[in-house]
């Protein structure tokens, strides 16, 4: 019974991912937001449990994989869908979205099989990517949001800009890129061992204070990811340094 319960929690994050594409579905695009992050709450856990007890296994492994190309592949792809659908009157602009599953099952089988991501990460995790969606989807959905790009006639616009950033985060996902670490070096929390961290967090507290003051306080979570990326690429030549 022991080795089953990681099993059980990677099932938790499988079943939320597929209450997410419902909800999704049902146009109920914050609820299925939720879902997608107690998913990925659920994928956190998993993995520390099967260390915790000891029973690490290669169908765990497995079985994750096939977890988050639910819940941070299909379901993100199905609600950007639907927000596309409702977007943009372009009618074959929404089918773009089912890219993100894609890449997202091509990035999980790249990932099982890189020996080199055991401590970091090459290219965007397909949670982080999924988080992106997450905070687009709140903001569109959920209360305290200034909707002026929405409902200011800018919705082609405001489509074909998302579906941009969407291909980039996709391509992303199976790229070589070095994503930095964000532990820092408890032994040393001097500014010089840890800067890229340190500076990685005040521009994160200063996303969310804009995005507060703003009125777009959802969308805070999808900048910081892409500030995440962007930083990653800053510091690109620092990893291949080392």
Known sequence: MKRQIPNLITLCNLLCGVFSCIYAFEDTLHIAALFICLGIFFDFFDGMAARLLGVASPMGKELDSL??????????????????????????LKFLALLI?????????KFNLDTRQSHSFLGLP??????????????????????SLISGGYHNTLAIILVAVSLVTDILMVSELPMFSLKFNFKDMSW????????????????AAICIF???I?????????WYISLSIITRKSHNAE
């Open 67 to 92: 977890a988050d190309v639910v819940t941070s592949g299909v379901a993100p792809g199905m609600i950007f869908y639907v927000i596309l659908a409702q977007l943009s009157d372009i009618i074959w």
């Open 101 to 109: 599953p894609l890449f997202a099952a091509y990035r999980l089988a």
């Open 126 to 147: 397909v949670p982080a990517n999924a988080l992106i969606w997450v905070g687009i989807a709140l903001y569109y959905r959920l209360p305290c949001t200034d909707y």
């Open 192 to 207: 010089k061992t840890n800067k890229v961290q340190y500076f990685f967090l005040i521009v994160c507290a200063a996303i």
């Open 214 to 216: 703003t009125n777009a």
């Open 218 to 226: 959802w969308l805070s979570l999808s900048f910081i990811i892409l």
